[in-house]
């Protein structure tokens, strides 16, 4: 049973643009949420994290948008690069499982030039 | 400092056989979990070990096994492989205690024939 849904499974963007990655989840037991990049052949980076007592983080050019009462968050990636082209995992985690990761599906993202 | 460490990096086994998987994890950190990552999909979570305890277990079969010796580096343990064991085995290093992220090392690529 995936305990974590992400979409959409794929996403071309031109450089500069915005892609937006969305995440669902059901276990209000979670409390970490984790995104991570993956490119071919090597393993997970973690980009940025967020607990659900906050409903926006920024770093760099990664924004995390969490929306607790519908149990959803959000990656926004601004003025994307081609080398940003790359998969994105969402993740979820709670303390009760000492924080092993529910991964999502995958969002596998290409940015053309 | 180096990060999580993983080897061998590729491996070729054939159905039937047993497969050892060897783990370090940042230095520092007491907590090194496990995830089976299949192609086109995200990692699936197979243990979680904290000062050499199991804290954790994925739903895998009894075929999969694990540990966690005193300087806090792990095995993972594979018998009677199956082909469907081909995948991308990460390795994932936690400081423990509270802290929940995961960093992850590079990974072993197995290829059951």
């Known amino acids: 049973q995936q305990q974590v849904k992400q979409s959409p499974q794929s996403l071309i963007v031109q450089k500069g643009g915005i892609p937006i990655i969305n995440c669902a989840y059901e276990n209000t037991a979670f409390d970490y949420f984790p995104w991570y990049q993956q490119f071919p052949g090597k393993g997970p980076a973690l980009l940025i994290a967020?607990?659900?007592?906050?409903s926006e983080k920024k770093e760099g050019r990664f924004t995390i948008s969490f929306n607790k009462s519908a149990k959803q968050f959000s990656l926004h990636i601004m003025d994307s690069q081609p080398g940003d082209s790359a998969t994105y995992f969402c993740?979820?985690?709670?303390?009760?499982?000492?924080?092993?990761?529910?991964f999502g599906k995958g969002t596998s993202l290409l940015v053309t030039p | 400092d180096a990060g999580v460490t993983q080897s061998p990096t590729h491996l070729i086994k054939t159905r039937g056989q047993q497969v050892t998987l060897r783990c370090s994890p940042i230095s520092g950190h007491k907590s090194v979990s496990w995830y089976q990552q299949v192609l086109g999909q995200g990692p699936q979570f197979i243990f979680q070990?904290?000062?050499?305890?199991?804290?954790g277990r994925g739903n895998f079969p009894d075929r999969f096994s694990a540990r966690q010796f005193p300087n806090y580096s792990s095995e993972l343990n594979v018998n009677a492989l199956l082909l469907g064991d081909s995948a991308l085995y990460l390795c994932a290093s936690r400081s423990g205690g509270g802290g929940e992220t995961q960093y992850f090392g590079p990974g072993t690529r197995l290829l059951v024939l």
């Open positions: 993740a979820a985690s709670s303390p009760n499982s000492g924080y092993a990761l529910n």
């Open positions: 070990y904290y000062e050499k305890e199991e804290r």
């Open positions: 967020i607990r659900p007592d906050v």
